[in-house]
């Protein structure tokens, strides 16, 4: 999720907002030509999400046609953090999608497939036909694996009578017709075991829902119930004390340390194992539902979890948590999702983190010595509380604190805030992020600390 910071100067909202149009397609190797070649590349980046694409734009267009692979088998890229607002009919699904050959830099070759093994030791991936592609840098920005099997009978259920989730191409567009559907009983919204991307997203879609049930008058015959395995509402206390408030006037029950583990379509019941019950005992908890957005467990992608570049603790690819270089490999860099960096997994720390990747990456590339960029764990989640309210989350995973960028109290519910991350920022994010103009609003925040020390 990215701050609404960019709105704050003219110039830089104009240069961001302008169109992609005139940017050529870059050079595409399918699969079929693949298998007939075996390439070495100055620089390899591993995944088109907006860090890969942030990143390989800045480099390419330093080192030239021929020297930037680009890895990823889609053929859509998402704007993810849109789909809060396709799954409450805010928006339509399409503002979201694009098809990805009009993102890959034009100086970088894209090779469309999927990567199966990392093999650092000797300076290559190997894709999924069995090709080998050699590098000097690594960057890995492959994000997060969404596992619908962890739960049991999720993906039989999904899209169907009621179920849905906003973490689904398919099923997000089915989440706005299963609310206007819903006459009353029990709402049921999930939060997984694991980490996940967006990890405000199953809250928002909550609030969103319990306001269209109000709208649709039929709030008192509704019941928002949200279970999440999560022992509060949301991770950032200066934060969380906005939503507990906001939970207890709209009537929205939250039980914490709920996790979904089944899902009985056939009579529509959804089982949640209770980790508050006594340690020894299991408790399974089961509840009824006329609706429920399922949020699945998420983890490393299997190839870099059975890699040399993972964690042995949690299988996301082991980087120094300032420098985004990995603790091993000096060569590889990582960031966003598939990285074990101890913040939140948003759209807005890819920002800031493909900032101090790339002044660190491009150091090496071009031999110099400096003193290495640092990440200091900036992320923000724009907390959507209705359609046209939100409260700007901004702090630092690493501290826990505030990392704010407005001399303003941003736990206030704004309409302001709320348009501009509506209407505003995804062109940001498709203009600016994606083509490397934009990382992150750290400059923006010290030049408003000024006005912040004189309050």
Not at 271 to 283: I, L
Not at 293 to 320: C, M, W, Y
Request: net charge positive; with cysteine.
């Amino acid at each position: 999720m990215l701050s609404t910071v960019a709105v704050t100067t003219r110039n830089t909202t104009r240069q961001l907002l302008s169109t992609s149009s005139k940017r050529c397609f870059a050079t595409v190797v399918n699969k079929n030509q693949a298998s007939n070649i075996d390439k070495k590349y100055k620089v390899v980046v591993v995944g088109a999400g907006p860090g890969g694409l942030s990143v390989a734009s800045t480099v390419s267009k330093l080192l030239g046609k021929d020297q930037v692979a680009v890895i990823d088998p889609a053929q859509y890229h998402y704007y993810q953090p849109l789909w809060t607002y396709v799954g409450g009919g805010l928006k339509d699904f399409k503002d979201s999608q694009r098809p990805m050959e009009s993102l890959i830099p034009k100086k970088a070759d894209w090779i469309q497939d999927s990567v199966t093994q990392l093999e650092p030791d000797t300076n290559h991936v190997v894709l999924s036909n069995g090709q080998t592609i050699g590098y000097d840098y690594l960057v890995v920005a492959a994000g997060i694996q969404v596992n619908w099997d962890k739960i049991k009978g999720l993906k039989e259920a999904l899209g169907k009578d009621g179920v849905t989730s906003n973490y689904s191409p398919e099923s997000v567009q089915k989440t706005h017709q299963f609310l206007q559907e819903f006459k009353g009983g029990n709402a049921l919204f999930s939060y997984p075991n694991s980490p996940i991307k967006c990890p405000g997203a199953p809250t928002k879609i909550a609030f969103l829902a319990e306001e269209i049930f109000r709208l649709n008058g039929i709030r008192d015959k509704s019941n928002v119930i949200y279970n999440s395995f999560q022992d509060k509402i949301y991770g950032v206390d200066h934060y969380g004390v906005v939503l507990n408030r906001l939970l207890e006037e709209r009537n929205m029950t939250f039980n914490p340390k709920h996790e979904l583990i089944e899902i009985q379509s056939n009579n529509r019941k959804a089982v949640f194992r209770n980790h508050r019950a006594q340690e020894g005992e299991e408790e399974l908890l089961t509840y009824d539902y006329n609706f429920l957005h399922a949020v699945p467990p998420q983890a490393p992608p299997t190839f870099i979890r059975e890699s040399k570049l993972a964690d042995p603790v949690n299988g996301f690819v082991d980087v120094n948590m300032y420098t985004l270089r990995h603790k091993k490999y000096n060569n590889v860099f990582s960031l966003g999702d598939c990285s074990n960096l101890p913040t939140g997994k948003t759209a807005a720390a890819i920002t800031v983190e493909s900032g101090v990747l790339k002044t660190n990456l491009i150091a090496d590339l071009q031999g110099k010595k400096i003193k290495e960029a640092e990440y200091d764990g900036y992320a923000s989640c724009p907390l959507v509380v209705g359609r046209n309210e939100l409260v700007l989350a901004e702090f630092s995973g690493y501290t826990g604190k505030p990392l704010e960028t407005f001399p303003l109290d941003q736990r206030k519910v704004s309409a302001f805030n709320a348009f501009v991350n509506k209407d505003i920022i995804p062109s940001i994010y498709w203009n600016g992020l994606l083509s490397g103009r934009w990382t992150g609003p750290t400059q923006f925040r010290k030049a408003f600390n000024h006005f912040r020390s004189s309050q």
